[in-house]
């Protein structure tokens, strides 16, 4: 166990023994299989979540592969998706739900929410508002547990964020990233590297610092098979990474989440005490907003090989809780459309598969192709699927003004699939699980955040209470003078002075500088939270404000 990791060793003991009184709603306890017997602790959680899927896509993904899916031998129940504020949720509520177990509005990432209209969702007081709650990733990594994401968007995106950050607004990827390279995570796999650096407004660096906290830093598919290191960061793409049918072909130095997931077990079960891994599957979501069947399909298959490689590993460990599901449905997907009102039950399968099969491309790699006169229409088109273009097909192209819809549009007709919307839906989703502890029936997304802290051994009310407490109230009560000093307003900084020292603590970072008011020497202290400012309150964590003592 790492030297940092014990010092969080009495409160880990402490949050074990507080996990026995967690009740988690609606979640039976199933005999577990063979080589996972019965029992509410597992060493490893690996939570897989394919962002924006709905259930129909796993169908017609069923379809198109001709044989079973990993998911199908995993499906346990299912899920409820909705916000504080909405039936339908946003990414970063259903992240913050998924991760620390809270129910939040669109936009926030780890915090509590600012209006609660859903029933049944309980009230948050006024003055807790925006207040930061504490995710699992940081209950496993006070457990003394390696710790790791994946996502094949940024991985400043809404859900990896929700599992590593704590912000008002999931579109801040300023502090989000700094918040993730503060939270010294050991394994970071995705896209956004140009958050990292080349997009900042703070003028901070976070590639040397990611540099200097000793990471093996990789930036394609090869550095990162090679890599024998414990501590890995690998950026892909400036933003997202290609969705797997397009990388095939356009993006094929960039790694698949298959494989990035198997890497990223290979390094995180080294650690004795075991690991908590986040893995998304982003862009199905993407495909579903822009009613794209063959981007959802390209990467609910891709995401499904991802569950292949962790299930492979749990059935062999026996120690190992996966879960696996959707945060929410998107775009209504149907098999059938107005083609088929009068036929659904004489349409052959084949009418619904073949034309995708068709497809080479998702919308937004075959569209990557295009010239600038459009002279190659045609041959886009056909990768897209667009075979044997008709007549009336190309005419619509050529009129089109939104050409991805269009060609989405026509090929959905020539397949008989159906969409509802370009947003997100409201639908209970399938929840996949396997291994000790595993959920089963329908469930909260709520529930699984504190299902699997217990797993783990500690209570996720009792984290955010050890990691986020108030900087102004809690120095004050010491008799310090306090102020958050926002004069560098991209880089806002609590002070407190008391009659010996002053203690400065940046926002976002896991840094305490503790000065000597008569030396003026200055120590450095790195603790293992990062402290957060919701643009109203500074919280630190407990094992900050000890060092006022």
Known sequence: MKESKKKWLSFALVGALAASSISVSAINKVEAKEKNPKTEQAKNVIMLVMDGSSDNVSTIARWYKGESLALDSILTGAVRTYSAESAITDSAPAATALATGNKSNSGYIGVLPSLVTTPGVEAVAKEDAFKPVANVLEGAKLQGKATGII???EIQHATPAGFSSHVTSRKNYDDIAEQQVYQNIDVVLGGGYQSLKETRKDGEDLLKVIEEKGYDYVSNRNELLSSTSEK??????????????????????????????????????????GFFLMVEGSKIDWAAHANDPIGMLSDFLAFDDAVAEALEFAEKDGETLVIALTDHGNSGITIGNVNTDSTYDTTPVSAYINPLKEAKMTVEGALSLLKKDKSNLVE??????????TDQELEALKKSENLGKTLVQLLSTRANIGFTTGGHTGDDVFLYSYGPANPTGLVENT?????MARSMGFSLGDLTNELFVNATVEFE?????????????????????????????????????????????????????????????????????????
């Not at 886009?380 to 273009?389: K, P, Q, R």
């Open 232 to 273: 890995l960061w690998g950026s892909f793409a400036p933003s997202a990474l290609a969705y797997d049918f397009d990388r095939q072909i356009l993006k094929s130095d960039e790694p698949t989440i298959a494989e990035m997931t198997e890497k990223a077990i290979d390094t995180l079960s080294k650690d004795k005490d």
């Open 447 to 451: 529930d699984l955040a504190h299902l």
């Open 380 to 389: 886009v088109a056909e990768s897209y699927g667009l075979t044997n273009i």
């Open 477 to 549: 009560k010491l008799g310090y003078t306090t102020k958050i000093d926002v004069a560098d307003e991209k880089n806002p900084v609590f002070v407190a002075e008391g009659k010996n020292t002053i203690i400065t603590i940046p926002e976002n970072k896991n840094i305490v500088y503790v000065q000597n008011k008569q030396s003026k020497n200055t120590k450095t202290h790195v603790v293992n939270s990062v402290a957060v400012y919701n643009d109203k309150q500074f919280f630190i964590s407990k094992e900050m404000l000890k060092l006022s003592k």
């Open 151 to 153: 996502s094949t968007s």
